[in-house]
């Protein structure tokens, strides 16, 4: 009964939408009825899915709107550079919107200025340039709340909440995006309501709250129904998508992506329509169904030559290659990839680029080509560096923008402080010369105003040290494991004495089969593995030992000192692969069982003479784990030590540390785990 019912409210969407994009060729009998107003309006939704079929009707009226009352030519830039931008014109579009904010200064129009300004971030984001974008959407939302504009306050207030999310602000986003969904319900207008809640639901599925985007989802549904809109419900279910996939929910994901595609296509949104083949590729990779992912990923391709949208080509691409590798045909699966590959670095999406190098070695594994797996796994380790590098950066920044507000408001205080002291000292100075007899009295209060702004003084400097001291254990610390972070780590190496430092070694964990736990039993349980790992490895190694959460499913473990004996790391890395495939995560009626490989060294680790910085070490450490990944998981590759000294075959051995070791350049030890890869038993 439910499908025959969504199967009319489609049709019933559908055909309302149809009169909608039937409405260019009945201008030429209307063009004397309709206002101006009136046919941008009946545009301005089209334009949101279908800017292709949006942008000639707005050419049409280009002449008469650019003569238009101010209100109606506002709108209609704003529209033309909307259309622009949904084509991926960003030069026109950021032309259209200097237009925009040119108008605003020119007849002091808040409104006008706020569209141009949220257009330009549209236009930054889809560059790369986040910082930028974020920026410009702020200020455009602070002019927006200064109008009577509904429309924009909402889209000002929902592009500020998404721009937050974007910036790890999440409390920051939540605020902003529930605000926004409060003014579109006070006013009623269904499409505001959407669009409002869709931004909610995604942002509770990245705070991994699902139960609460789940439980927006019929309203939603129901505000895109009153809005006659499949384009608004087709994005509603791609949200429903987003959190059942997060949550294991695999058939409740493959029916919400099958109805928005139908609904995209039943209005001709060319662009969204290529976004669920690409997810109906990727959902079908994640099942192992290979056919059905080239199926989809090729229909992909096809669409998504003439939409001038390189992003979407390269992702179309790089599914399409991992299903041909994954049915067995390499060399087209890596000629596929490839291509995707050079996409996201011609267009400089380094984090999409890095994610896709390492599915791009996963599947070159599974597929048996070991060196292939190793090119790509040193490529994804180069972008993942520059990455950490820039992010480093950042947090530093982050951190003496912090240091310096504490420090100014510290300064204002201390100010504030002397100013009151000074003003108590002239007062003194009058009152001893108008009434000398209560000089005493005097005294006495300046004595007590003093000691009170001490202590006030005191009370401030403390709770300062105590914020200072909360800031720096925030740096330093995960915030889901609560192991030390990479910074910290880098910090403290650089500390190291270059000489002189007792014997001590290097462990390198990855969590095997990690992509697969997040995408069959969703990110929450990843989150509780990865957790649960950090509080075995505290119990596994000693106090004194630094514990790390280098990234991802990686963890570091640096011993200050190596347990006696010569194979001493061996049974440290046997203890380590034993007591986490001996643990079970529960989640979710689940039990899940998980292993790790390791790859490890004495540090400090000299060739010859020369001792090696300490991070080629972590590099050898590296490669050592990723040699342990590739012969099977659930094993440790330890370097010991080499038999050649000279110091220029250490570049040769970080390219390939199989072939050294099988030339014997290296000697390895091996330590093999007891358990078998992931299982999970339901509960």
């Known amino acids: 009964m439910l499908a025959v019912l969504q199967c009319a409210l489609a049709r019933s969407r559908s055909h309302a939408l149809a009169l909608a994009l039937c409405a260019a060729s009945a201008w030429a009998f209307a063009d004397d009825v309709l206002p101006l107003d009136q046919r941008i309006a009946e545009i301005r939704e089209l334009n949101r899915f279908v800017p292709e079929r949006a942008l000639p009707q707005l050419e049409a009226l280009e002449t008469q709107a650019r003569n238009a009352p101010l209100a109606q030519r506002i709108e209609f830039l704003n529209q033309m550079a909307m259309a622009r931008h949904g084509l991926g014109h960003h030069a026109q579009s950021f032309a259209l919107s200097n237009e925009l904010i040119a108008i605003g200064r020119e007849h002091d129009h808040a409104g006008a200025l706020a569209k141009g300004l949220l257009m330009q971030g549209y236009s930054a984001f889809a560059q790369h340039r986040q910082g930028e974008a974020h920026r410009l959407v702020w200020e455009a939302e602070k002019l927006a709340n200064t109008t009577d504009d509904i429309d924009l306050r909402v889209r000002a207030a929902i592009s500020s909440g998404e721009s937050y999310a974007e910036d790890g602000n999440l409390p920051r986003a939540l605020e902003r995006l529930q605000s926004a969904a409060a003014l579109a319900r006070k006013q009623g207008e269904p ?229 009151l002291i000074k003003s108590t000292e002239i007062d003194n100075r009058r009152l001893q010369q108008r009434v000398w007899w209560l000089l005493v009295a005097v ?34 610390r995960d915030p889901l494991t609560g192991l030390y972070n990479r910074r910290h780590f880098l910090e403290y190496m650089r500390a190291l004495p270059a000489a002189g430092q007792p014997a001590g070694a290097l462990f390198l964990l990855d969590v095997d089969h990690f992509k697969n736990i997040n995408d069959t039993y969703g990110h929450a349980a990843g989150d509780a593995v990865l957790t649960t790992i950090a509080a075995r490895l505290c119990e596994i190694l000693r106090e004194t030992d630094m514990i790390v959460r280098w990234g991802g499913e990686e963890f570091l473990a640096y011993l200050p000192t190596a347990p006696a004996g010569k194979a001493g790391l061996d049974e440290v890395a046997e203890r380590i692969l034993a007591g986490i495939g001996a643990t079970v995560v529960e989640h979710g009626g689940a039990a899940l069982s998980v292993n790790v490989s390791i790859g490890y060294a004495p540090f400090p680790l000299a060739v010859g003479q020369q001792q090696l910085a300490w991070e080629r070490v972590v590099n050898l450490v590296d490669m050592a784990l990723y040699l342990a990944k590739s012969h099977g998981r659930n094993r440790a590759y330890g370097v010991r030590g080499f038999a050649d000294d000279r110091l220029a075959s250490i570049d040769a051995i970080e390219q390939n540390l199989e072939h050294a070791w099988r030339a014997g350049q290296v000697d390895l030890s091996t330590v093999m785990g007891e358990r078998e890869p992931l299982r999970a038993v339901n509960g």
Not at 230 to 239: C, D, F, L, Q, V
Not at 318 to 346: C, F, S, T
Not at 449 to 455: I, N, S, T
């Open 443 to 476: 005294f006495a209060l300046a004595a007590t105003v003093v000691g009170l702004l001490y202590r006030k003084v005191r009370h401030a400097n403390a709770q300062l040290h105590e914020k200072n001291r909360e800031l720096k254990q925030q740096s330093v």
């Open 191 to 419: 499409v505001h309501v959407v669009m409002a809640l869709n931004s909610l639901v995604r942002l509770y599925a990245k705070m991994r709250e699902p139960e609460k985007g789940f439980g927006l989802i019929d309203e939603a549904l129901a505000a895109a129904e009153k809005a006659n809109s499949p384009g608004r419900m087709a994005t509603i279910k791609n949200a429903e998508y987003g959190l059942a996939i997060d949550t294991g929910q695999r058939e409740r994901a493959l029916r919400a992506l099958q109805e928005g595609l139908a609904l995209e296509r039943s209005i001709g949104a060319n662009k969204r329509v290529v976004v669920s083949l690409i997810n109906l590729s990727d959902f079908y990779l994640k099942t192992g169904d290979f056919r059905h992912a080239a199926s989809y990923a090729e229909q992909a391709v096809a669409a998504s030559r003439p939409l001038n949208d390189r992003a979407l080509d390269a992702t179309a691409h790089l599914n399409l290659g991992q299903a041909y590798l994954g049915i067995g045909n390499v060399a087209e699966g890596k000629r596929h990839i490839e291509i995707g590959v050079d996409g996201y670095e011609e267009i400089g999406d380094k984090p999409e680029l890095q994610t896709a190098l390492v599915e791009y070695g996963s599947a070159l594994e599974r597929a048996g080509d070991l060196p292939g797996a190793l090119q790509a796994y040193h490529r994804e380790r180069k972008i993942s560096n520059e990455l950490f590098e820039r992010r480093r950066q950042q947090a530093m920044l982050d951190l003496q923008e912090k240091y310096d507000t504490d420090k100014k408001q510290r300064q204002i205080e201390l100010l504030r402080s002397e100013n």
